[in-house]
């Protein structure tokens, strides 16, 4: 018998007398119905104070937010942070991404954005958001040819460009959104990202860098 | 090289550890800080205990459909391109992996936390193959370095002064050009970043666990605050998943509950830094992600466990708020329990996992003070499972004669009141009478296993049947 056979067998034995179709629709309509379970209260918030609670759990989370009215801003708020953050403004890797690809980076012209791998040596990459959650202050990113996951965990810095019309309230919505855009399937990775990188793993002192980026930054758009 | 199983010298593990001052200091930092931060993160979440209770029905739920949920977790991970492979044993596990290894090609292979991997010797095995594993958690990194058992779930090297750390990489880094003794942690923490970034380009493997598995999108689930799991997986051509089959659960929104109280119970966050869903392997058109995605299911007594009195055990998802809150933990710390699982959830699986022979002291490392339960994320009732291996100890006849004997002893006592009042009523006034003054005892005749390490409180002279009897 093979192990998976055996290793069923022992579970069902395990588990004991049940009746067999009821399990079986049960398992079904769970996995269907997907239904909620209790969303805590500071998950359900909208509007004003659903982009409010947003910026305050990014800097509990120490992630850094700028606000700009549209697109045409982007270039000066990049740049401003790299300055504010004595950074070189050359070198940058820009996600493939079409929305970042249409921003007028002209406007900015000390910004060198390449389309690239990311290295060890990486310093900063520029990437899209493809959601933020308001609960917990969480970035959500999406694998896919336009958005590379190495770069939300090889550079140094990342820079995301955040909608304003794509702050969820919570969890459960972000999820409704990644089985929207995989179709039949999640997309590869789904990466939630909730501050820089960090540990506690010497004498419990929280040090931040451990692997990941050492700082995040949100510019979000609208 | 592999780590022995030391839980039979539970006794003397436990008395070196109290006799150790550097483990007592880490010890003591250690559970007055993560019971803090628990506290603050559950006091600013109105909704705690009610998510804690659908945690528990979710496990619940999840356990008594087991075998279809892994059933449909398997199919759901075909689908998307990948493989599972089922292990009942440890020799088939690494045996298993150590396939998938070799076909991945390369000789290094980046790790992720996985405490399953040490539950199978992992890494031991696969040095004896030829191959290099290589922690990328910090913690797993330090341990490694230092060939030691991981002492705490969330924390491996949680046991270590920094100075001892900075010995360990001197030692280790020092051919690669580190040669420098670095003092802080915030040092200590880039000196291992910079080391360990050029591997996770060079792995072609790596190994991760999962702290869930979902049923209804076949996706592995990953949850770091270092993001070192997370780029082992995206940078190496083939992504190994080695779980317990005990974390499947059937759908994203039981994720949410599940994450909702972990990172709550475990560090004090709202939500680890990153929780990194893996479904699959590489899709056309990306630049990244492996190339070949592979799930290893172990069961390695867990469907034992499961038929067991002591099953709700599985619905653990490895938080450690147990051993953060539990006295005998802070006491003798993770290494004296001598196996991979330490504290109150270590002395409830241990006994399934190595056998009740080999960790049968470690069910009666408890007061049962019941703090354990109190903290614990999905409700698992840590003492009664506590009772049931040390009844299940006595049954076997694996407790030592004199213990036996101590049992049968009180049981006669008991089974007869007036002569257990009378029995009470005298030690009473003879302990209170040589206790008085300071209201304790340095030294009781036949109690120096208590008397060593701590003073006897003295009573007041009074049972509590007569004190009760007073009182009306």
Known sequence: MSSRQEILNRVRAAIGPRDEQTARLTVEDRMALRKHNLIPRQGLTAGDERLALFCQ??????????????????????????????????????????????IAWEREPHLDLIHDQATAQ???????ADLGIAETGT???AAAPENPTSLHFVPEVEITILSAAHIVSNLEASFEYLRARGQSTLPRAVNFVTGPSRTADIELTLTMGAHGPKAVHVIIVG | MSHAVTSPDFVNNSKKAIADPVLQTALDRMTRGFPVNRRRAVEALPEFDSLRDEAKVIKDHALAHLDLYLEAFEKKVIESGGHVHWCLTPDEARATITRLVRDGGGSLITKGKSMVTEELGLNAHLEKEGFKPLETDL????????????????????HMPKERIADIFVEHHTPLGFSERKTTPEELVAEARTILREKYFQAKVAITGANFLVAETGSAIIVTNEGNGDLSQTLADTHIVVTGIEKVIPTLEDAATLLRVLARSATGQEMSVYTTLATGPRRPGDTDGPGTFHVVLVDNGRSQLLASPAKEALRCIRCAACL??????????G???????????????????????????????STLCGRCEEVCPVRIPLPKIFRYWRTEAFKQGLTPGPERQGVRLWAYFAKRPKLYRLWTRTAARVLAAAGRGKGRLRHVVGFSGWTNMRDLPAPEGKTFFEQWKNRE
């Open chain 1, 57 to 102: 759990k990014l800097v509990a989370n120490v992630i850094s937010c700028a606000q700009v009215s549209d697109n045409d801003q982007v270039p000066a708020a990049v740049a401003d942070y790299l300055r504010s953050r004595n950074l070189s403004l050359g070198g940058i890797i820009l996600a493939p991404h079409p929305m970042l690809d249409a």
């Open chain 1, 122 to 128: 990486t310093q900063v990459a520029v990437t899209r």
């Open chain 1, 139 to 141: 970035l959500v990113f």
């Open chain 2, 335 to 365: 290494h004296a329990y001598g196996w991979v699982y330490s504290g109150p959830i270590g002395a409830a699986i241990d006994p399934a996992y190595l056998g009740l022979n080999t960790a049968r002291h470690l069910p009666n490392a």
């Open chain 2, 139 to 158: 913690g797993e990194y330090i341990i490694q370095l230092a060939n030691e058992p991981p002492s705490h779930i969330l924390g491996p090297a949680i």
């Open chain 2, 324 to 333: 953060n809150h539990c006295p005998i933990y802070k006491a003798v710390g």
